[in-house]
């Protein structure tokens, strides 16, 4: 924690924004039940606004990477989410809240995340 919260940190930060031509970021680092974030440069240029902790950005399409990573994540850990596996029916993993019209109890986990659900958007 203590790097993260270092001017070395902050410095190396704004040193890669200004080299990658991004206008801020927000960043979190989360350790057992500690949570520190810190924010740098701009949420945007035009008006001029410094991007803060909960700065919302648009992300676009990435979130369907950082989601399948996720799950990778929980089928990879056996031993805490055994029923997280990408064959496992999202019915049964969402119980209630997972509906679609008649193939609901079909559909799985991989179906979802490489849109073979049959719904559109």
Known sequence: MDLFRS???AQRVNYL???HHAPGVAIALIHNDYIHSSAY????LD??????TDTLFDIASCSKSFTS???GLLVDDEESFPE???DAVMADLLPGDFI???A???????DVVSHRTGMGR
């Open 100 to 102: 679609l019209p008649e």
């Open 84 to 86: 997280v596996k990408y």
């Open 69 to 71: 990573a996720s799950i």
């Open 41 to 44: 440069g701009y949420a945007s």
């Open 104 to 110: 609901s109890l079909q559909i799985t986990l991989d």
């Open 47 to 52: 008006p001029l606004t410094l991007c803060r």
């Open 7 to 9: 001017e070395a940190f």
């Open 17 to 19: 924004l200004k080299e």
